[in-house]
């Protein structure tokens, strides 16, 4: 015997909404655009930012068919003296976005140093960003040729150009970090 509502339609199972919450850190040299990149985010504003002191968190909510997906976003300063806080702040991260300027080729060396203290750490789905997209044709110094061969070295899942100006691939970035995490994790949805 089937049963069936007052219109005569098949009850829909009804799943729960679940929350999940990834850690997110948010790595690179100092005055890449880590911090305005975030503010793009969350407030779809471009707001030029001071160098951050320490760590800054913030969370960004993302919903992915009936679950509702927090990023714990942990903010990184840039500048080698406080690098030391990484490692333990890194432990549990689900995603790293590895950051560069492609204006400064500094930042961009640096890379490998950033990637080496959170792969020790963690085992995150790792994108790398190059930011300030928006000053390519004025002052890039760091091909999205070099950046490619950096991922395929690495082994990065990604990689993004992202202007946190005009807010191009912004929101893009941390929804494919979001879907490469949850292959990873293997979490149904």
Known sequence: MSSSNMN???PRETVPSRKLLFKICIVGDGGV???TMVKRLLTGK???QKITIGTDLATHSIKIK???IILQLWDF???KRFRFFLPNYSRGAKGVLLCYDIARRSTFNNLKEWYNIVDEHSNPVFILVGCKQDLADEK???SRED???FQEEYDIDLFFETSSKTGYNIQEVF???THRIIDKQEIPL
Do not use: C, F, Q
């Open 140 to 142: 890039r110094v760091v």
């Open 8 to 10: 005569g339609e098949e």
């Open 33 to 35: 655009g880590k911090t």
């Open 66 to 68: 009936n679950k509702k």
């Open 77 to 79: 300063a840039g500048e």
């Open 147 to 149: 950046a490619k061969e």
């Open 46 to 48: 471009y707001i030029e």
């Open 175 to 177: 929804e494919n970090l």
